[in-house]
């Protein structure tokens, strides 16, 4: 395993840095418009929580590599060109997304009612009390399951091998059919993954923990 | 000089009849009490007055303004009429200080250092100054509820609402809530306030009124005669039943 490290250091390093990059993109991304829709989903308009609803229930329940196609091989076609690495990250943001809005709004909704109601009776406006009082709180709750999607997210950022994205796994699976090592180059690619996602995760309960205290 | 007016008001929640035929005046400076059974709307009617609940016909209004109407601000009529309630619903992120502090720097957008200062002096009207710093979960229930109370105060209100604000607190600690609810009152503030408390309703409250089913039973003025001779046998049963225990 040393061996194929040492050897494709710099094809894996590159591949390390797609898959952080893309990662960090689709975690923002993802987490903007997870939010966004979460709050459609609670909408009082009907309408919007109906598109809200439809949008997560669509997105959710396609697999990830479907949507990753799509944007890749459709987009470019109609729309714009546009390369693996954006196609699989774009794809990788929306698949997520519905994961994440579904996770806020569960956070959104277990705020008790009294705090919104107390903030509302005091003058404030549904933005306000949303920012203010709500959105801290729904944050602290969700953190777990938040951390579990950004987890999902950077092993799922793997699918940028689908679509040439130079991503880690794409250099992995381009290492291992030159050198025939399968095995080695695959552990060295998983534990490349483990240097980002334990960080993440460990960063995620130091939050939990910190946020725990007020 | 009416702050609060109803006529004719009627809500519904789907089918269900919560408030029927509601008429009632609440002058500046008054402070009534309502009182009844549970689920006799007691808590919809106090909640109508500052926009937590539409009504859905006749005229709600207050300080000027009408809630039926749909075009109404509502945000405008919570600014000038605080709310204390049940359950506290003290912003749980948020220590004392900010949660007196927040609705006058956020909504009223007035000077913090100022605000800071009428904050401290609400802390020391409530007994509470010590806790400036605390969260909410570090504080008991009675002390959570006047928190609560300095917080409606700090909005310098025309009218306040009480929701039972002492069901659900310990015994023992709803002696200290029920002290600054009737110097606040002295101070000439327009209350209305939804209370099992009878003491309170019989020596603080200048008006009672008795709510059953949705509706107004009685509404005495003199508060002494309604509690020695109710007229309404509903009115009657309940405070036998509230006094007998």
Redesign the interface.
Known sequence: MLNILVNNFPELMSGLGYTLMSSLIALVGSLIIGTAFALMEISTHRWVSVIGNIYVEVVRNIPLLVITMAFYVIVPQYIAQIDGFTAGTIGLTIYTSAFIAETVRAGIQSV?V??M?????????YS?AMI??IF??AF?IVIPPLGNQFINLVKNSSILAFVAGFDLMYQGKIIANATFNTFDTYLAVGVLYLILTMPLSYFMRYLEKKWAV? | MSMIEFHDVEKYYGKFHALKDINLTVDRGEVVTIIGPSGSGKSTLLRTI?G?ERVQSGQLIVNDFDLADKKTD???I??NV??V?Q????????TVMQNIT??PT???KRNKDEVHEEALALLDQVGLRDKADS?PSALSGGQKQRI?IA??LA?KPKALLFDEPTSALDPETIGDVLDVMKTIAEGGMTMVVVTHEMGFARHVGNRIVFMADGQILEDASDVGAFFDHPKEPRAQEFLSKIINH
Do not use: D
């Open positions: 008790a009294g705090q109601e107390g903030a509302r009776s005091v003058g404030m406006t306000q203010q009082i801290p709180q602290k007020a | 500052n937590l509502m945000n405008k919570r600014k605080g709310m309630f359950h506290f619903n003290l912003y749980a992120n948020k927040l609705g956020l909504v009223l969260y609560a917080r409606s909005m």
